[in-house]
């Protein structure tokens, strides 16, 4: 079994029952957003140097840091009895028991230093995060434990982020090498061998799939709106009844004339 999820949603669950001790945050959730603003003005260059990430809602930390705000879920948490994590690393622990992440999803975190590969204590202090709730950390291709809940013994063999999969599922697995997948929103992400590239167009630096235990790199835009533009003029703007009707509304013009989204 591979694992494969949605990088950045941040699952706050008890070590003992596995259970959540509050609902998942997904992804788009803007509720840091003020937070977030508040630390551009004194920290953006570190965060981007030890991470390669900017200082975005987007990611987990700030969403723990929220989660945390609770004084009885940090006092657990500072006595190790609640774990984080991305949903792999939760997946991962209700199948073999193991609280684990691969070096992909840490990378989206905020809290993991790409450049060292390490949870990072400076970004642990800023953010208020206790180590004890952090997963280990390994290479995406890894085999985690094994599982019976599908009957049998049956290896969990890898975890990986979304984008980062899709780059391996498409083959880019040298350096230069690049895919863009649509869904939600649209990833364009180029395989940047073993080191890390800093780019100067506001592009994020981040981990690639690790297959053989050696740090891979990316490069990654995110246009957070994609699938979600179309529905959102189906279901908001009742411009199509379905997605499916898009490319035969297309079809009919000869081009945009001029009108980009």
Do not use: M
Not at 62 to 91: I, N, S, Y
Not at 159 to 174: F, M, Y
Not at 187 to 201: D, I, N
Not at 244 to 260: K, M, Q, R, T, Y
Request: aromatic share 8%.
């Amino acid at each position: 079994i591979g694992i494969t999820n949605q990088r950045e949603t941040t699952v706050l669950w008890d070590r003992r029952t596995l259970a959540p001790v509050a609902p998942a945050i997904v992804w788009q959730d803007k509720r840091t957003a003020a937070r977030c603003e508040a630390l551009r003005r004194e920290w953006p260059a570190t965060v981007r140097r030890k991470t390669g990430l900017v200082l975005d809602p987007y990611f987990s930390a700030t969403k723990l840091e929220w989660l945390l705000r609770d004084a009885k879920l940090k006092a657990r948490a500072k006595k190790g009895e609640l774990a984080f994590g991305t949903v792999d690393a939760w997946l991962a622990a209700r199948l073999t028991g193991r609280h684990a992440t691969d070096h992909t999803n840490a990378s989206r975190t905020l809290l993991w230093n790409i450049r060292t590969g390490e949870w990072d204590g400076e970004l642990l202090d800023l953010f208020g995060v206790p180590e004890a709730v952090l997963p280990e950390v390994v290479p995406s291709a890894h085999e985690i434990g094994t599982t019976s809940a599908f009957g049998g013994s049956i290896p969990v063999a890898a975890l990986v982020g979304d984008q980062q999969a899709a780059l391996v599922g498409q083959g880019c697995t040298r350096p230069g090498e690049s895919k863009c997948t649509y869904g939600t929103g649209a990833f364009l992400l180029q395989h940047t061998g073993t080191r890390p590239v800093t780019s100067r167009h506001g592009l994020l630096t981040t981990r690639a799939a690790s297959l053989d235990g050696k740090a891979q790199f990316a490069l990654e835009g995110a246009v957070f709106t994609a699938g979600a533009a179309i529905q959102w003029l189906r279901d908001q703007l009742g411009f199509f009844a379905t997605a499916h009707e898009v490319n035969a509304l297309a079809a009919e013009v000869p081009d945009a004339a001029g009108v980009v989204v």
